[in-house]
């Protein structure tokens, strides 16, 4: 109150104080403004023309939009006001009106277009500003100006970059910059998808590119906004190579800064004109090597925009060598474009391989799951280079050992064609013979898993590696079995059964073996694609086009899938950390890879062969089962012509059921293949569909499964019995069960039958969920979910995701 006091005050000593103290403590958010009104109003009209001034400085900085309509028109009478200093206040604060208030725009056009002829340097400047505004709020304004001012702004820009030395405006040997730069933007706006508006400035534009000098920080400022406004405006090909190089020489410049605008303006220059950018890639190419990271990461960028089929190769090159060198919190950012480059421009699949070869060997640590997957598609695709990979892959073991990608696909590899790799089998020109022996082999495939940096998806690859590796070499069978044996008393589960089961095989099951461990059948790449698009319900990819197809058949793999589960509507939500889930578990046969044990395990539900003669279940006398948990999928798989795939082992000791007509002696067979796992009772059948029960989740301390139900005449809804079982020997008390779907399906908890978990499985608590399907047919069932508890008065959470529904829901 004692500011409105003061600006009520008729000295200007006092008003001054007044409205200073307005400005600092008030916003134009705080209704005490609302008093200030009258007096604006009266000195926007006072006869002094510094009083004047306060006010408009005032209401330039304060103004809110019911002040900006009640006063404009004040505003618009002072932008013809004779003081040059009162218009140039009067134009900045039309500014802060036309923001407030858009709808008042055209009543300052033409007090705008009248600014434009101004001499004064200070009122031209925030015309021009004022203009650049109007034509952002307003079409009429853009159109007004186009056709009305654009001649004499390209005469007023003449005028300035001739105009002789003033040293009243002279900043680094330039006339007023700001204003070039001013007058550079308008023109931009003015010329944008207008052709008649961009052939008046081109030769002006020009003229500012070419005699202004880049020695100095405001010449480059000013060139900059030249460029920018030269790819901007109208198609003008001789001008936007001129800019382009421009731009070439920014990149050379010692200042930081000054490469990275340069390094952006390039970004957005190459989908203008690609061929120009080109004739810099070595200069940019330097950037990525700069000491400045964010200078190296925009030079990558522009580089990976750079690449095409002509130049893939040298500029591949050049980056794998900088690979050598570089830091390590760069080498992810480094990798990670090297390997989308290669997959994206690869001309054929042995350089293929071959780089991605060197990259792992550089770099492995760094590659994500994605990339190495599609090499290994590559390599199996590719029937004449299996000999050749192998063999590579064995050399660069021996000398990047600690590259933990390498391993695995060396291993993998091996594992599939460790024959080949001690005969020399498709030995090609480019490559020297080598001696290896099955105990070579072996020692490789020991090595990785005894490794002690190796995780759980490298020993798990590795133990199948040597079961394969145990039927290639029989002489090594004794060797292998040892090593498989090390593992019996791993506390990881999943190896400690991998190694129990596979010393069943080796030991008591030979006459089944070279079955079950047959090379993989080519692991196609629509399939591949089509397993990971299914195992979540929405992909995002980084790619502006379609999969792009290299000519060996394999594309890039499409990006990590970007999954909202919980339907926060956020842009920052976690991708899972492996897109890959469904591929790995056809290599590995089902290795959980989820960070820890509270983590469900994420697979897809694999659906038996429903023709055909499987070989090792006739072996067995047993039926195909109508369907397998999803908690373990295919170890091991063999194509015999025309016939279905061998079971895998990882299916039999899963199986849910076996069929009534089963005998004895193959239920006796199985048992004892699994050391005397016995199958579960099987499914009572229904006249309806049925669906078999999944686990939907289970850790060391608790078990969920699910069964289904569906109303007869309503496929798209699905009831569902959700069981709660304790396994460990403590009671949980506050048990909560949370579930969240994507948009597409809706969900309905029913209240939950109790919230105690007696323990050690003795009781449980039931919970009904109804789930219905919008795009039943199209896209499965998928869910999040979160289980909260109390034990020993500890708050305990467990989360996880569910993606192994049966197919149908």
């Given at each position: ?6 600006i ?5 000593p006092e ?6 103290g ?11 403004l609302?008093?200030?009104t009258?007096s604006?109003k009266q ?11 306060l006010?408009?400085?005032a ?7 019911e002040?900006?309509r ?13 003081d040059?200093n009162?218009r140039?206040?009067?134009?900045l604060?039309a500014?802060?009106i ?5 709808d008042?725009?055209e009543?300052?056009?033409?007090p705008?277009a009248?600014l ?10 925030t015309g ?6 109007l ?6 304004a853009l159109?007004h100006?186009r056709?009305?001012?654009?001649e004499?702004l390209v005469?007023t ?5 001739n105009?002789?030395?003033a ?5 680094a ?24 508006a961009?052939?008046?400035m ?6 500012v590119?070419t005699?202004t000098?880049?020695n100095?920080?405001?010449g ?6 030249c460029?920018e406004t030269i790819?901007?405006i ?13 731009l ?6 010692r ?20 061929q120009a950018?080109?004739?810099?890639r070595?200069?940019i190419l330097?950037c ?5 990271a964010?200078?190296r ?7 990976y925009?750079l690449?095409?089929?002509?130049n893939v190769?040298?500029?591949?090159k050049?980056l794998?060598?900088?690979l050598e060198v570089?830091d ?9 474009k090297?390997?989308?480059i ?6 054929e ?24 997957h599609?090499?290994i598609v ?5 029937s004449?280079l ?5 063999r590579?892959l064995?050399?660069?073991?021996q000398?990047?050992?600690e ?6 696909v060396?291993?993998?590899?091996i594992g599939e064609y460790?024959d080949m790799?001690i ?10 013979p080598?001696?290896?022996t099955g105990s ?11 490794r ?15 079961l ?6 029989p002489?090594?069978?004794e060797r292998i079995r ?8 791993s ?13 069943s095989?080796?030991e008591?099951?030979?006459?089944i ?22 195992s ?8 502006n ?5 290299l000519p060996?058949g394999?594309?890039k793999?499409?990006?990590a ?5 919980l ?7 976690p991708a ?14 089902g290795v ?11 697979s897809?539900?694999?659906?038996a062969?429903?023709t055909?003669?499987?070989?090792l279940?006739?072996?067995l006398s ?7 948990r ?12 025309d ?14 059921s ?8 193959g239920?006796?067979?199985?048992m004892d293949l699994?050391?005397g ?8 059948e ?8 999944i686990v939907?989740f289970?850790?060391s ?10 109303a007869?005449?309503n496929p798209r809804a ?11 020997q ?10 969240a ?9 029913d209240p939950?039958?109790s ?8 009781g449980?608590?039931t ?8 795009q039943?047919?199209?896209k ?9 508890y109390k034990?020993?008065n500890e708050?305990?959470?467990?989360e996880?995701?569910?993606?192994n529904f049966?197919?149908?829901?």
């Amino acid at each position: 109150m004692e500011c409105l006091k003061l600006i009520a005050s008729a000295e200007f000593p006092e008003k001054r104080i007044g409205y200073l103290g307005l400005m600092l403590l008030l916003d134009e958010r705080q209704e005490v403004l609302m008093l200030v009104t009258n007096s604006l109003k009266q000195d926007l009209n006072h006869a002094n023309q510094y009083i004047v001034g306060l006010a408009l400085c005032a209401l330039g900085n304060i103004c809110s939009a019911e002040m900006a309509r009640d006063l404009a028109p004040e505003v618009e009478r002072l932008l013809q006001f004779r003081d040059p200093n009162t218009r140039k206040k009067a134009a900045l604060c039309a500014i802060r009106i036309i923001k407030k208030v858009p709808d008042l725009a055209e009543n300052f056009i033409n007090p705008a277009a009248a600014l434009l002829k101004e001499k004064h340097h200070g009122v031209l400047i925030t015309g021009v500003q004022l203009c650049t505004d109007l034509c952002k709020v307003s079409p009429e304004a853009l159109e007004h100006f186009r056709k009305r001012c654009t001649e004499g702004l390209v005469r007023t820009l003449k005028d300035v970059v001739n105009s002789p030395y003033a040293p009243e405006y002279d900043i680094a040997g330039i006339t007023d910059p700001f204003l070039h730069i001013r007058l550079v933007r308008l023109l931009r706006v003015l010329g944008q998808g207008d052709a008649d508006a961009s052939d008046l400035m081109n030769d002006i534009l020009a003229q500012v590119a070419t005699k202004t000098e880049s020695n100095k920080n405001a010449g480059n400022a000013i060139l900059y906004e030249c460029v920018e406004t030269i790819m901007s405006i109208e198609d003008n090909g001789g001008l936007r190579v001129l800019a382009i190089n421009i731009l070439g020489r920014f990149l050379s410049n010692r200042d930081n800064n000054i490469r990275y605008v340069a390094l952006n303006m390039l970004m957005k220059a190459i989908t203008v004109d690609s061929q120009a950018v080109q004739r810099h890639r070595a200069t940019i190419l330097e950037c990525v090597k700069d000491s400045d990271a964010s200078i190296r990461k925009r030079a990558l960028e522009l580089v990976y925009l750079l690449v095409n089929e002509s130049n893939v190769k040298p500029l591949t090159k050049e980056l794998i060598e900088y690979l050598e060198v570089s830091d390590q919190e760069f080498k992810g950012d480094l990798t990670a474009k090297i390997c989308s480059i290669i997959a994206k421009f690869s001309p054929e699949k042995i350089w293929y391989i071959d780089q991605m070869l060197k990259v792992l060997s550089e770099a492995g640590n760094f590659v994500k799951d994605e990339a190495w997957h599609a090499l290994i598609v590559v390599i199996s695709n590719a029937s004449d280079l299996h000999g050749y990979s192998v063999r590579a892959l064995y050399r660069a073991f021996q000398t990047s050992a600690e590259q933990e990608t390498l391993v695995r696909v060396a291993v993998w590899c091996i594992g599939e064609y460790g024959d080949m790799l001690i005969n020399n089998v498709g030995l090609l020109d480019i490559e020297n013979p080598i001696t290896v022996t099955g105990s070579d082999a072996v020692d490789i495939v020991e090595l990785a898993i005894k490794r002690h940096t190796s995780d759980l998806t490298t020993k798990s690859m590795s133990l199948i590696a040597l079961l394969k590796l145990s039927s290639r070499f029989p002489s090594c069978s004794e060797r292998i079995r040892d090593i498989i044996i090390q593992n019996r008393g791993s506390l990881v589960l999943e190896l400690q059964q991998r190694s129990i089961e596979f010393n069943s095989v080796i030991e008591k099951h030979q006459n089944i073996r070279s079955a079950l461990v047959e090379r993989m059948p080519v692991l196609d790449e629509a399939t591949f694609i089509g397993r990971r698009a299914g195992s979540s319900p929405a992909m995002v990819s980084t790619s502006n086009s379609a999969s792009l197809n290299l000519p060996n058949g394999v594309a890039k793999p499409p990006a990590a899938p970007l999954v909202d589960l919980l339907d926060l509507s956020s842009d920052d939500v976690p991708a899972p950390s492996s897109s890959g889930g469904g591929f790995l578990q056809d290599l590995l046969g089902g290795v959980d890879l989820s960070p820890g044990l509270n983590q469900t395990a994420i697979s897809g539900t694999n659906e038996a062969p429903r023709t055909g003669t499987d070989i090792l279940l006739d072996l067995l006398s047993i039926e195909t089962p109508p369907a397998q948990r999803s908690s373990i999928t295919d170890i091991l798989s063999s194509s015999q012509g025309d016939k279905s795939p061998v079971a895998s082992l990882g299916e039999i000791s899963s199986l849910p059921s076996l069929s009534t007509r089963a005998t004895s002696a193959g239920a006796t067979s199985m048992m004892d293949l699994l050391d005397g796992f016995a199958p579960n009772p099987p499914m009572p059948e229904g006249n309806g569909p049925v669906y078999p029960p999944i686990v939907a989740f289970e850790s060391s301390s608790l078990r969920i499964t699910f069964d289904f139900s569906k109303a007869p005449g309503n496929p798209r809804a699905t009831a569902i019995l959700a069981t709660f079982t304790n396994l460990s020997q403590n009671i949980y008390t506050d048990f909560i069960f949370q579930a969240a779907v994507p948009k597409f399906l809706q969900l309905h908890l029913d209240p939950a039958s109790s919230n105690t978990l007696p323990a050690n499985g003795n009781g449980s608590i039931t919970q009904n969920l109804r789930v219905t399907n919008s795009q039943h047919g199209k896209k499965s069932l998928v869910m999040r979910m979160r289980i909260a508890y109390k034990f020993n008065n500890e708050d305990i959470l467990e989360e996880g995701q569910i993606n192994n529904f049966p197919r149908g829901l």
